[in-house]
């Protein structure tokens, strides 16, 4: 079992940063492939990000690609999204997922775990 807990989400203005984190416990987080997802009010789950277990290999949706930058620190189980220059449609609830195997999903689907989410609220 893997337990994630994400931080950072807020209220911010248009322009702003952010940098999420997800913090894993339990099983070894550092064999694990980790994405980033967000939500919309009555939307399904996007793909924003992933990253693979030794952090060389990343996918950055292209909605977002010049903006957000996806990391990871295994020795401290954890993942981060930079988020630069929001705009008011990065609004929703970010998701940190985590699987373990060789591929990177960008689908939800192919996440096992799963934190609760953090809200991110860009004004403009």
């Known amino acids: 079992q893997v337990q994630l807990v994400e931080s950072g989400g807020g209220l911010v203005q248009a322009g702003a940063s952010l940098r999420l984190a997800c913090v894993a416990s339990g099983r070894t987080f550092g064999w694990y492939v980790t994405g980033w997802f967000r939500q919309k009010p009555g939307t399904a789950r996007e793909f924003v990000a992933g990253i693979g277990w030794t952090g060389q290999r990343t996918s950055v949706a292209d909605s977002v690609k010049d903006r957000f930058t996806i990391s990871r620190d295994n020795a401290k189980n954890a993942a981060y999204l930079q988020m630069n220059n929001l705009k008011s449609d990065d609004t929703a609830v970010y998701y940190c997922?985590?699987?373990?195997?060789?591929?990177?999903?960008?689908?939800?689907?192919?996440?096992?775990?799963w934190g609760q989410g953090t809200q991110v609220t860009v004004s403009s």
């Open positions: 997922a985590t699987t373990y195997g060789p591929n990177l999903p960008q689908s939800a689907e192919g996440y096992r775990y």
